[in-house]
């Protein structure tokens, strides 16, 4: 499996705090049948200041210490980037880095709070030859009302990546409601860990994936962990990937089972 979402690089953000942390982090990956994960420590200006080159140094640095241990990860680049003024620019400049230099990056609004303007923002990023990959749009508190906008986006060409845990419950009832609902409906081109210690946001996608599996199939959930992964990392073109509606045929009986669902609870 390839992880595109994880917080192993030690000491630059709220993940992994010490190299024996990573090291730690990637045998659990590893255990796991991770064999490829990017590296995505936050660029949020004022709290996270990492730029593409301190983290092109600091995943080298990790890279080597994991060869050294005989652990068999391999580590590629991206970063966990909120939408901020300049994010364009950032982008074509290579201070805010892509996933493996290719055209996708991973896009993290806020928790909190619905971005001003999120939806004219991202369609700009699509505009300029980007893909925004919108992380973990279960976790957040406004998703439900602005699940629309999440869909409209979708059909602009954005993706979407749901959190494994969040299927099994380690963010809660309503993150586990609402990943499922994304993936159930077939809204989710992507899932991943991120990953940020060995403990209760640990880099494992099994359990979740097979959560997946129940909700649309093994065909489907094995793009969600590896066909799409890899045509990131090969910066295939997204449209050749992203139909996910058409690739699961049931979204429709999906869609109303959860309907049922929530009404019943």
Not at 11 to 25: E, F, H, N, Q
Request: glycine share 10%.
């Amino acid at each position: 499996m390839i992880d595109l979402h994880c917080h192993i690089l030690p000491g630059i953000d709220d993940g992994a705090k010490t190299l024996g942390d990573s090291l730690a982090m990637a045998r659990i990956a590893v255990a796991d049948g991770i064999h490829t994960l990017a590296c995505t420590p936050h660029i949020y200006p004022g709290m996270c200041m990492n730029d593409g080159t301190g983290i092109a140094h600091a995943i080298s640095t990790l890279q080597a210490e994991l060869d050294r241990h005989g652990i068999a990860l391999k580590l590629v680049m991206g970063a966990d980037v909120h939408l901020v003024p300049g994010l364009i620019d950032g982008l074509r400049s290579g201070r805010v880095p892509t996933l493996n230099g290719s055209g996708y990056f991973l896009l993290e609004p806020s928790h909190t709070t619905p971005p001003p303007r999120l939806e004219a923002s991202v369609l700009a990023l699509i505009q300029a030859g980007y893909t925004p990959i919108i992380t973990h749009p279960e976790r957040l508190s406004w998703v439900e009302s602005h699940y629309p906008v999440f869909l409209r986006l979708i059909e602009h060409g954005a993706w979407m990546q749901v959190t494994a845990g969040s299927l099994t419950g380690v963010f809660g009832k309503r993150a586990r409601y609402w990943g499922e609902r994304l993936i159930g409906e077939g809204h989710t081109h992507l899932l991943a860990t991120d990953a940020h210690s060995t403990g209760r946001r640990l880099p494992r996608l099994s359990e979740g994936l097979e959560v997946a599996r129940r909700l649309v199939g093994s065909t489907e959930a094995n793009r969600l962990v590896n066909e799409r992964p890899a045509a990131v990392l090969k910066n295939l073109p997204p449209q050749d990937f992203g139909s996910i509606e058409k690739e699961t045929g049931r979204p429709s009986a999906l869609s109303s089972w959860f309907f049922r669902r929530r009404a019943a609870a």
